[in-house]
Structures are given as structure tokens and as C-alpha cells.
């Protein structure tokens, strides 16, 4: 919006007016697709973001991404890996590179690591 000129708020509006108009199915947006650029921008490794991808699958398995923003679950999925994994990341890198706030993260942090804790082994 901001190269435009236009408001985020009318882009977004346009957006869905387009959409409904040609009649467009358009999918929820995968958060498995955001974890590799997240998880490269933390210079995070392989196993972190394949253990971000296993909370992420967990959550979907538990229903607990169901309107939840992919990018937020995502962000919370590649915070949530780094701890399990010993990386040291913070909730403040992860928002900085996810663009999201740090309380998005948390909420969704403790959602994924609740739907963990409940699935079966």
C-alpha cells in the first residue's frame, strides 16, 4: 500500500469485490509454505524446520489452525522448533522476519505446543 498510495483496507476490499466477482475459490494459504523463508532468514538448520513443520502438521491433525492466520501459526511453529531444538531465537526475531506481532506469536506458540502435548505418540 504503501508504493500505491492506495490503503491496505482498499487493496484488501478490491481484492475480495475481484474474487467474488469472477467467482474464485481461493484457497486459505498453507503455513506449512512460509516455514522455509522464516526459517532461512533466522539462518536456522534443517532440523528446526523440519521439527516446525511436524507442530505445524500436529496443529492441523488437532484442528486447532482452523481461522487462525497461516503466517501467525507459522511464525509460532518456527519459534516453537528453534526452543525444542536449541537454537537461540527470540519471539522479537521471529516477529521481525515474520512481520507479525510478538503476542501473535506467543498466543499460537502455546496453542501448538498444547496440541503436542495432546497427541498421541
Known amino acids: ?4 498510495r492506495v490503503e491496505k483496507d482498499e487493496i484488501a476490499r478490491t481484492y475480495r469485490y475481484v474474487v467474488r466477482e469472477l467467482g474464485l475459490e481461493i484457497q486459505p494459504a498453507d503455513p506449512e509454505s512460509y ?5 532461512s532468514d533466522l539462518d536456522l538448520p534443517d532440523e528446526t524446520e523440519r521439527r516446525a513443520r511436524q507442530l505445524l502438521k500436529t496443529a492441523k491433525d488437532a484442528e486447532i489452525h482452523s ?10 511453529a518456527v519459534y516453537a522448533a528453534a526452543l525444542l531444538t536449541n537454537e537461540k531465537v527470540t519471539q522479537n ?3 521481525e522476519v515474520a512481520s507479525i506481532s510478538e ?7 502455546h496453542e501448538l505446543l498444547e496440541a503436542e502435548e495432546g497427541a498421541p505418540v
Request: proline share 7%; charged share 15%.
Open 1 to 4: 500500500s504503501a508504493v500505491s
Open 35 to 39: 516455514v522455509p523463508r522464516f526459517a
Open 67 to 76: 481461522g487462525k492466520s497461516p503466517v501467525g501459526l507459522a511464525a509460532a
Open 93 to 95: 526475531d521471529v516477529s
Open 103 to 109: 503476542v501473535t506469536i506467543r498466543n499460537r506458540y
